[in-house]
């Protein structure tokens, strides 16, 4: 089992950046697959992101790619989501989460392990 503890987050101005964390508990943190996502208000969840257990390969959603990075530090056990160029549409609670699945996951269920979600708000 993965308890995940998610920190950064807050408001930032349009353009700015701003770097999530999650840090995960137990010994086999790189045998999952991590991902990120998020939910605006009146939105459903959606994916953003997504990174290997060895953090050679990522996947992006269309409206974040070439803006966020995903990276993982699995010594640490710990994700990151690095936010630049951010807008208002970025506004929303963001959750990382951990799978097991084999490939490459984007669907909320391939993720058994979730954070507790950060809030993140972008002005304009």
């Known amino acids: 089992q993965v308890h995940l503890v998610q920190s950064g987050g807050g408001l930032v101005q349009a353009g700015g950046s701003l770097r999530l964390s999650c840090a995960a508990s137990?010994?086999?943190?790189?045998?999952?697959?991590m991902g990120w996502f998020r939910q605006a208000p009146g939105k459903e969840r959606e994916f953003v992101g997504t990174?290997?257990?060895?953090?050679?390969?990522?996947i992006y959603s269309d409206s974040v790619k070439g803006r966020f990075t995903i990276s993982r530090d699995n010594a640490k056990n710990t994700v990151y989501l690095q936010m630049n160029s951010v807008k208002p549409e970025d506004t929303a609670v963001y959750y990382c989460?951990?799978?097991?699945?084999?490939?490459?996951?984007?669907?909320?269920?391939?993720?058994?392990?979730w954070g507790q979600g950060t809030q993140v708000t972008v002005s304009s």
């Open positions: 990174i290997s257990r060895g953090g050679l390969t990522t």
């Open positions: 137990g010994r086999t943190f790189s045998s999952y697959a």
């Open positions: 989460a951990a799978s097991s699945a084999t490939g490459y996951q984007k669907k909320e269920g391939e993720y058994a392990y």
